[in-house]
């Protein structure tokens, strides 16, 4: 599977309900396995990267062998950089309503 939000940017929220928009409230990997259950069969997981902890889950999820894509987001160029380095190696959506 490939998990597109909740853990998206409000402005870049593009066709997601803005009431199912979800941040990395308890610490990061603790709120996405709250929002999915479990993440068995799941192969990619898009989220904006400017978003509290998300530095975290980015470099758990690519521990558990998970693509992390940045997408839906406002990031600017350093938080981009900086989801790189922790491991994230796709793009949701490039260039579709996003900053240059």
Not at 21 to 27: I, W
Not at 28 to 46: K, P, R
């Amino acid at each position: 599977f490939h998990l597109e939000g909740p853990f998206i940017s409000l402005e870049k929220k593009g066709a997601h309900p803005e009431r199912y928009l979800r941040t990395f409230q308890s610490g990061g990997i603790e709120d996405l396995m709250e929002a999915y259950g479990s993440l068995d069969n799941v192969a990619m997981v898009t989220l904006a990267p400017e978003l509290p902890r998300s530095q975290s889950v980015v470099r758990e999820l690519c521990q558990r062998g998970i693509t992390v894509s940045l997408g839906h987001s406002v990031a600017n160029l350093s938080q981009a950089e900086d989801a790189v380095h922790h491991g994230a190696s796709f793009i949701t959506h490039l260039f579709n309503a996003m900053l240059p």
